[in-house]
């Protein structure tokens, strides 16, 4: 039974809501409003006044290649995070699953990156990773590997990727685990007896039990890798190079403040806006059906 | 074809010991019933068995293969869990095709014995619904029908009917019995409840503290319980067991009331007496203060207490009778032959 709770009168309710609502207005709606405005608009190199293109700042933005490029760099980060982040963590969360003795101890420990900042964890990849003095870079040039992210843009998107991922397997980690815990003890000592092994039963049983966990971590890590990961990109590789980890959310901020075209940004905010609902409601709609049981 | 054999088998968690040296054979397509209070290692046992539960000590043996250190699928055992334990997200179908889709068995074998399966267990019509579709009698059944349709050398069943109404565990304990029946499949038998015990089993193993108290018949329980314990636990209502001390012919209550009785022991003791034995008489030797009435129509259950103490006593009487007509107080005789007296400090029969 659903607890309603009635209120005599507006006023209480009202003012129940308002903190909510201003901050939803002051820091969603306004800005949102104010991008969708401005991207009709070219303003001068001064600032001073502004004239009205019309859709003219998306059609000069869709026969960018930049741009272009920009969509396909994001397409392929946010899919190598979501799964980097999503299948480690599911890994993780089996072992820890499986495991008797000291459990606490192994999921503070897997649980402890979420509260590093993306930014903090940017900078520690950054020093890892650093071609000149990191551990890593230093450990791959033993084994005769050359790493320089850079100059390569293939290693760049490599070590974006890894650090933002990092961060997102814990809380990825957090959901999984409590998803396998909903599992049923009998449901799986039904499958051993039935003649299932562990991979067996992972592949028949647990896996399609645990499918509106994954589903719910695929849309919220696809958004996650869309905007959460600015602070980490602009660490380490500010976009480069060659603008090959120039997300979308990080060109609306390098055109926007840095290249001080602000009509332009505008116009990709909106789009940005635009793709990430569409990708929500793709997924909530088409795959969701299949999650259910 | 099988038997099962325990030898010796325990279980410790850490230092704590909870099976304490359990032996028993079970006979080929024998129905066995493991009953006792809650806590007392009879699941523990059965999933020991089906080798859920590592065994500290001992041997459990499967015709006579040791089955120790094989994996439950190894053993070729069926269980059926308290809670069902269905796949949720497969359909009644693919629930009881599963182990035979593992088995790598051909298609058309599969089709054909999960058909059988389900006529036997009048699923036919649901075969493509979700468990979640189903009431729970049938996804019972169905939990059944995944067991059976492996044919395994052992059934085990946990609780199964405790998830169930009144009336339907009645029904569905018909069912299982009629089923044990057909198939000639041994199976052990894991219940609280002494009713669903007495009526299922072909013999019946009382477990308290990781203990075996009595294995035999529903029957030999009733009628000579080895144990003060089992005494109490078999039957309803329960017997009522009576304190004092034996001597030549008569055993003698704290109160000082003298019972008539056949015993040879000669110390403190425990009497017991079902409440259906006792008869009522005018001259009887056992007072009782009575309370409560229960009327069950075949016959009148009177709570009380031992005349002049707080000691519980019931009484069973056959037939109707009113609340008045009782009256505030009665009197019984003990026939000796219906007493059954154990040695108050081991609790054992004499």
């Known amino acids: 039974m659903e607890k309603r709770v009635t209120f005599r009168g507006w006023r209480l309710p009202l003012i129940l ?80 699953d499986r495991i008797i003795k000291g459990t606490g101890t192994y999921r503070t420990l897997l649980i402890w990156p979420y509260a590093v900042a993306p930014a903090v964890a940017g900078v520690l990849w950054l020093f890892i990773f650093n071609p000149n003095v990191g551990i890593a870079s230093w450990y791959l040039d033993q084994l005769g590997y050359d790493w320089n992210h850079k100059l390569n843009s293939g290693q760049a998107m490599g070590l974006v ?69 600015f602070g980490v990109i602009h660490t380490i590789t500010s976009g480069g190079p060659q603008q090959a980890t120039t997300i979308l959310v990080y060109k609306v901020y390098a055109d926007g403040f840095v290249g001080q075209d602000l009509g332009s940004s505008a116009a990709q905010s909106v789009v940005l806006l635009v793709v990430v609902g569409i990708l929500t409601v793709v997924q909530f709609k088409f795959i969701e059906r299949r999650v259910h049981y | 074809m099988s038997t099962v054999t325990l030898s010796d088998v325990r279980k410790t968690y ?48 499967i015709d006579d293969r040791i089955v120790n250190d094989l994996e439950p699928m190894e053993r070729n055992i069926a269980m059926v869990f308290q809670n069902y334990a269905l796949y949720p997200h497969m359909s009644v179908y693919d629930n009881m095709a599963y182990s035979l889709k593992i088995a790598k068995l051909d298609k058309s074998e599969i089709r054909e014995r999960v058909e059988r399966t389900a006529a036997l267990l009048q699923l036919s019509d649901y075969l493509q ?32 009917l405790s998830n169930l109404d009144a009336k339907l565990r009645v029904q569905m304990r018909l069912e299982i019995r009629k089923l044990q029946r057909d198939l000639r499949v041994t199976s052990v038998y894991v219940t609280h409840d002494q009713v669903e015990a007495m009526t299922l089993g072909d013999r019946l193993m009382v477990l308290n503290d990781g203990y075996v108290e009595q294995f035999g018949t529903p029957i030999e329980l009733y009628e000579k319980p080895a144990t003060r314990f089992v005494a109490d636990f078999i039957g309803s209502p329960s017997m009522n067991i009576l304190r004092g001390t034996a001597d030549s012919g008569a055993i003698t209550l704290e109160t000082g009331v003298r019972i008539p009785s056949d015993t040879q022991a000669t110390n403190e003791v425990d009497m017991g007496i079902r409440p259906e034995h006792l008869v009522l008489s005018d001259s009887g030797c056992l007072g009782m203060e009575t309370g409560m009435v229960e009327q069950l129509g075949s016959n009148t259950l009177v709570h009380g207490f031992l005349t002049g103490t707080r000691i519980p006593l019931v009484a069973s009487l056959p037939g109707v009778h009113s609340e008045r007509s009782i009256g505030l107080a009665l009197n019984f005789d003990v026939p000796p032959h219906a007493q059954h007296v154990f040695d108050s400090k081991t609790g054992k029969r004499l």
């Open chain 2, 129 to 160: 619904r979700k468990p979640r579709e189903l009431s729970g009698g049938q996804r019972q059944r169905v939990a059944m029908g995944r067991a059976i349709v492996r044919k395994p050398d052992v059934f085990l069943f946990d609780e199964p």
């Open chain 1, 17 to 96: 809501i308002l903190p909510q609502a201003i901050i939803t207005a002051v820091f969603f709606f306004w800005p949102a409003g104010q991008a969708i405005y401005q991207s009709a608009f070219i303003p001068d190199p001064f600032g001073l006044k502004s004239q009205f293109v019309g859709l003219g700042n998306f059609e000069y933005l869709f026969s960018d290649p930049y741009y272009l490029a920009s969509f396909r760099t994001t397409a392929v980060f946010s899919i190598l995070v979501t799964v980097v982040s999503m299948s480690v963590a599911l890994w993780l969360a089996l072992m820890a």
């Open chain 2, 14 to 61: 850490g230092k704590t010991e909870i099976i304490h040296g359990v032996d028993f054979d079970i006979n080929d397509q024998e129905f066995v019933v493991i009953v006792g209070p809650s806590g007392c290692g009879k699941s523990t046992l059965l999933r020991m068995i089906a080798g859920l539960e590592t065994i500290s000590a001992g041997t459990i043996q």
């Open chain 1, 161 to 229: 990727v890894l650090a933002s991922s990092w961060g997102r397997i814990s809380y990825n980690f957090l959901f999984f685990l409590a998803g396998l815990q909903a599992v049923p003890r009998s449901v799986i000592e039904a499958a051993a007896i039935d003649g299932a092994h562990f991979w067996k039963r992972f592949r028949t049983i647990i896996f399609p039990l645990l499918s509106p966990t994954t589903f719910f971590l695929l849309v919220v890590n696809v958004v996650y890798s869309f905007f959460e990961t």
